[in-house]
Each structure stands twice: as structure tokens, then as C-alpha cells.
């Protein structure tokens, strides 16, 4: 199977690109995985222009002609992702960050719900959980199974060996989950998934709206009609009446917030 590990560290082999390649030795040991590394510092990716284009008229509206769609290729291209970033300032970093913003789109029209992502930062001291939910929560807004998380301290003065061993086995945990998800999504790819409440209630209201903005974001409104869920699942009777419950609940409580309503 093929890992794309994107890096979003400006140095070329700091403590990012590091735990990276630690992480690739453990998961190596556990089954047959190809490594890629995309360096987002080597990518020519221009600074978001915040125009929108790309959530309400489609991708291919972005005025910027640069690396976004070699990466995103790449990205389809391989069977699990691992983003790595260091803790700027209790974040990603710039680099990490504009990625993300650039595929702004993905947060409303997720193109990887069949792949399992894992991240990864490291800090010289403080941000780990602040980043690594951040992380998670827009890899999994793109789509993917988020199955791990990770953040290791590796400050700027030798480590002891008791934070080593720390860091080891917090790798080693992380690679357990991402092996065991990849595997376990390989084996099942035949098979319909099975939907909880939680993410089919997402799924229902973002096709809903999309049906009431259509005349202000067409692509939200082409992606979504016509679609059960993002990919075949498996979704329950008592799952479906719930969530046509509550979504007469949420669009009653929504009714004054319509488009073109000012408050």
C-alpha cells in the first residue's frame, strides 16, 4: 500500500521529517508500505486569495494555476495519508496552514471518505493537543478516517532518555492504529460501510442546504444531489427517521437565517 507523507515544516529535515521516517521504519515492520514525501516548502502553492471561487463554484474556478492539483493527485493516488506539521504559535505552520486553505473546498465536498489519514506535529514544548485537534478535525472534514494521532515533544536541547522513550512509544502506538486501519479498509472495500447518526445527520444537512443556496453555490448543489451518503453505506431505518426528525428540528430553528436575511 502507498503512504503520502506531506510535510508542512519549512526546514528539509528537521524534527518533523524525522518522526516522519521513525514512523515509516515502525509501519514497515508491520506490512508491505510504500513512502512518499511531498515537501510542502518545495511546492509552489500561492497564498489563498480568500476568493471563494473553489467552495461555491467548483476547483476548477480557483484563479491560482500552481502545485494543488499535483498534490491533491498524489493524494489520490495513495491509500493513506500522514500529515506532519511542527507547533507554530499553538498551530500548523504557515506552509500547513495555506495548504489548507487552499483546499477549502474539501470541508464542503469531501473527496476521501474510503482513506485513512494519520498526524503527526512535534513542539518544543507546548501545543500538541491544540494542533493535533486541528489536524484531525480538517482531515477528517476532507473525508478521511482519521486512525491516529501524535504529537511528540522534541525540544532545541538533548532529550532524556525517559522522554525518548516517551516519544518511542507514542510512535509505536500510532503506528499499530494506522496499520491495523489500512488493513482493515483494504479487507472491507467491497463492502458497504456502516453509518452512525452523527455523520449521516452531517451529511443530510449539508445536501439540504446545498438545495436552498443552489443559485449561490452551484457546486455545492451538484455534488451533493442524487447521493445517499459519499460513498455506498449502509444506513439503519432508525437512523434515517432520526435524522428526518431532527432535521425538521434544525431547518425550523434555521428558518429566519435564510439566504438573503440580514440580521
Not at 493513506?80 to 477549502?104: C, E, Q, W
Not at 482493515?184 to 453509518?195: G, L, P, W
Amino acid at each position: 500500500m502507498k503512504i503520502l507523507t506531506i510535510i508542512g515544516s519549512p526546514r528539509k529535515k528537521g524534527n518533523s521529517y524525522q518522526a516522519a521516517r521513525n514512523l515509516e521504519a515502525k509501519m514497515k515492520r508491520k506490512g508491505t508500505y510504500e513512502f512518499e514525501y511531498l515537501f510542502l516548502k518545495d511546492a509552489h502553492l500561492d497564498a489563498c486569495k480568500g476568493c471563494f471561487n473553489c467552495v461555491s463554484r467548483g476547483i476548477e474556478f480557483c484563479p491560482l494555476k500552481d502545485d494543488r492539483q499535483m498534490i491533491q493527485d498524489k493524494m489520490d493516488q495513495a491509500d493513506g495519508l500522514i500529515i506532519v506539521s511542527p507547533v507554530y504559535v499553538m498551530t500548523v505552520s504557515a506552509l500547513l496552514k495555506n495548504f489548507i486553505d487552499r483546499v477549502a473546498y474539501l470541508c464542503h465536498r469531501p473527496e476521501y471518505h474510503s482513506k485513512n489519514a494519520l498526524v503527526l506535529c512535534t513542539t518544543g514544548g507546548i501545543g500538541v493537543k491544540e494542533t493535533l485537534n486541528y489536524m484531525e478535525m480538517i482531515t477528517k472534514a476532507w473525508g478521511y478516517n482519521v486512525a491516529g494521532k501524535c504529537g511528540l515533544v522534541t525540544a532545541p536541547w538533548p532529550a532524556t532518555a525517559g522522554l525518548n522513550k516517551k516519544n518511542t512509544s507514542k510512535l509505536e502506538k500510532s503506528a499499530q492504529q494506522f496499520d491495523q486501519s489500512l488493513k482493515s479498509m483494504e479487507k472491507e472495500k467491497t463492502r458497504k460501510i456502516k453509518v452512525g447518526f452523527k455523520d449521516y445527520m452531517g451529511f443530510r444537512i449539508f445536501q439540504s442546504i446545498s438545495s436552498d443556496v443552489k443559485e449561490y453555490m452551484p457546486a455545492d448543489y451538484q455534488f451533493y444531489q442524487g447521493k445517499e451518503y459519499y460513498q455506498p453505506a449502509q444506513i439503519g431505518i432508525l437512523t434515517r427517521m432520526l435524522t428526518g426528525i431532527m432535521l425538521k428540528v434544525v431547518f425550523f430553528m434555521m428558518r429566519d437565517m435564510g439566504p438573503g436575511d440580514e440580521k
